[in-house]
């Protein structure tokens, strides 16, 4: 949804932050191609997932951009963002290991001993997308809550190393209410007063219930910086993404999922071959001008939206 302000474009959204772990020291030791090209890998996930789940939105409402040491993505102008951003999390949980652990598996002398070698942070709000042109580049970006806190949210992951994926309070109420019907807020504040033992087993059966759904274990509350105390997060639970049965998980089943999301998400679960992106040729991305489409000529930071077919069936 757009809100129209005096000169610029307030939007809600939803806002993941992916953040490569001990790139400094890895890029101090080994300024290498194959560690460029690990990058670029792991852009390329991004823009791919990115561009599949908005590949039915004409409009491709979404914003990607390179951080350096990992990349954010913004979903927005869409009444189903915050899906999206979710499933694209879960899809790079999948997807991102056996990229960055098949780069780490010689490299002794760097810590980075974890399991996953990255973080994750989403959460909903809102942004104001700022936009400056010339004759021949242009400036954009978004600024806001969403992306503040999504981006104070993975780095909590450092502390939970267990899992790589944590998304805020607001999110995690979104895909309760819309996709199951159930306001977790208020079951939350029941639980905090209760008129009875039993009314307080039923208000967290009904909460433990929705977490398994969606996948996540309740992180407690935290003190986020800048942001009201006790934020109240959520992880990926990564035994339940490993048990994950896709043709049954609810998520998806649900007549509040759309159809057009789910059948992507699905294929995008299931695809294996593409992911050996070292076999996609830069030259298959395209950047976006007034004129159209034009390749790419100057290097995946200046890609806006890659057109890589990834199956036609999509």
């Known amino acids: 949804m757009k809100n129209q302000t005096k000169k610029y474009e307030s939007y809600e959204c939803t806002a993941l932050c992916l953040d490569i772990r001990n790139f400094t020291p890895t890029l101090e030791k080994y300024p290498t191609e194959e560690f460029y090209e690990l990058l670029h890998n792991v852009y390329c996930a991004g823009f791919n997932i990115a561009n599949c789940l908005a590949k039915k939105d004409k409009n491709k409402h979404f914003y990607i951009n390179s951080t350096g040491d990992g990349f954010i993505c913004v979903f927005f102008d869409d009444s189903d963002h915050y899906i999206k951003a979710y499933l694209m999390g879960i899809l790079l949980l999948k997807?991102?290991?056996?990229?960055?652990?098949?780069?780490?598996?010689?490299?002794k002398d760097i810590s980075c001993?974890?399991?996953?070698?990255?973080?994750?942070?989403?959460?909903?709000?809102?942004?104001?997308?700022?936009?400056?042109?010339?004759?021949?580049?242009?400036?954009?970006?978004?600024?806001?809550?969403?992306?503040?806190?999504?981006?104070?949210?993975?780095?909590?992951?450092?502390?939970?190393?267990?899992?790589?994926?944590?998304?805020?309070?607001?999110?995690?109420?979104?895909?309760?209410?819309?996709?199951?019907?159930k306001d977790y807020d208020s079951l939350t504040k029941k639980a905090q007063n209760p008129s009875s033992e039993e009314e307080l087993n039923g208000v967290n059966s009904k909460m433990n219930e929705i977490n398994a759904s969606l996948l996540s274990d309740y992180l407690h509350k935290h003190c986020i910086k800048g942001h009201k105390p006790g934020e109240r997060l959520y992880k990926l639970s990564i035994s339940m993404l490993k048990n994950l049965d896709i043709n049954n998980w609810s998520v998806l089943s649900t007549t509040k999922m759309p159809a057009t999301v789910s059948k992507v998400f699905k294929r995008l679960w299931k695809i294996t071959d593409i992911w050996d992106l070292e076999k996609i040729p830069q030259e298959l991305y395209m950047v976006q001008s007034k004129q159209g489409f034009s390749k790419a000529g100057a290097g995946l930071s200046e890609v806006r939206y890659p057109l890589v077919e990834i199956d036609s069936k999509l």
């Open 95 to 107: 997807k991102l290991p056996d990229l960055l652990n098949k780069f780490y598996s010689n490299k």
């Open 113 to 181: 001993d974890t399991t996953y070698k990255f973080g994750i942070g989403i959460e909903s709000g809102s942004a104001v997308r700022i936009k400056t042109s010339g004759r021949i580049n242009a400036i954009e970006t978004l600024i806001g809550d969403a992306i503040n806190l999504a981006a104070r949210i993975e780095s909590k992951t450092k502390e939970y190393t267990d899992s790589p994926l944590i998304y805020g309070e607001v999110l995690n109420q979104k895909l309760s209410l819309n996709i199951f019907g």
